[in-house]
């Protein structure tokens, strides 16, 4: 079964600086996509940023980028030029290639200070 | 596009009576996934249909949760008898893929409160 796993439940940081999200997964198998997703108060889950994992290359949107370290099963997520919009909670999911079954962490709250 | 619509957006119910929530997914999605999330934690897939068929419910309590998704669009989850455990949000989403590859557009939600 696929795990994963957030290990910073709550991190703050200030307006214009960078901060980094931790995740880590556990699976077997080798077909298999990693999201991260911000949902603010609203409960909207919203796409930050989508990685395949055949792919090298690390995904980057914008301000956000992700290190994907495959052999540690290692996904976190950097953003950099942190805005007050950016305070949300973020979720690291998993999502199998092999049945499409989509599987978040525990969620990391990030507060962005002006 | 219309993005995954949920209906409605509170609920409050006393224990032991019975709810129900509605989603309607993105056009042309044939995979469609309930998740409750307790305040706090992260969401948990409790049903995931690929058209109108069950793909996994495995962690779906079936003595008192269910749900259906007729003709593979709209799609019912229902709660009987709930239990105070139950407040959560239930949220709904929605992909074109049943392999991930696509991503997944998810709905508002619903706050369910059990008093």
């Known amino acids: 079964a696929q795990t994963v796993t957030q290990s910073q439940p709550e991190m703050s940081v200030q307006e214009a600086e960078t901060v980094t999200l931790s995740c880590t997964y556990d699976?077997?198998?080798?077909?298999?996509?990693l999201f991260w997703y911000k949902q603010p108060p609203s409960r909207q889950m919203i796409l930050v940023i989508r990685?395949?994992?055949?792919?090298?290359q690390n995904a980057t949107e914008n301000r956000f980028s992700v290190n994907f370290q495959k052999a540690a099963k290692s996904f976190s997520l950097k953003i950099s030029d942190s805005q007050l919009g950016d305070t949300a909670m973020y979720f690291c999911?998993?999502?199998?290639?092999?049945?499409?079954?989509?599987?978040f962490g525990q969620g990391t709250t990030l507060q962005v200070k002006p | 596009e219309a993005g995954v619509a949920q209906s409605p957006r509170y609920k409050i119910i006393e224990k032991r009576q019975s709810v129900a929530f509605w989603c309607n997914p993105i056009?042309?999605?044939?995979?469609l996934y309930w998740y409750q999330q307790i305040l706090g934690q992260g969401p948990k897939l409790l049903i995931q249909?690929?058209?109108?068929?069950?793909?996994?419910d495995s962690q779906l309590p079936k003595d008192r949760f269910s749900a259906e998704r007729l003709k593979g669009v709209d799609s019912t989850l229902k709660i009987q008898p709930a239990k105070l455990e139950d407040s959560a949000v239930y949220l709904c989403?929605?992909?074109?893929?049943?392999?991930?590859?696509?991503?997944?557009?998810f709905g508002s939600g619903t706050r369910l409160t059990v008093v």
């Open positions: 990685q395949e994992a055949y792919k090298q």
């Open positions: 989403a929605s992909s074109s893929s049943d392999r991930g590859n696509y991503g997944y557009t």
């Open positions: 056009s042309g999605h044939a995979t």
């Open positions: 249909f690929q058209n109108n068929g069950v793909v996994d």
């Open positions: 699976t077997s198998e080798n077909n298999y996509y």
């Open positions: 999911a998993f999502g199998s290639g092999n049945t499409g079954k989509l599987i």
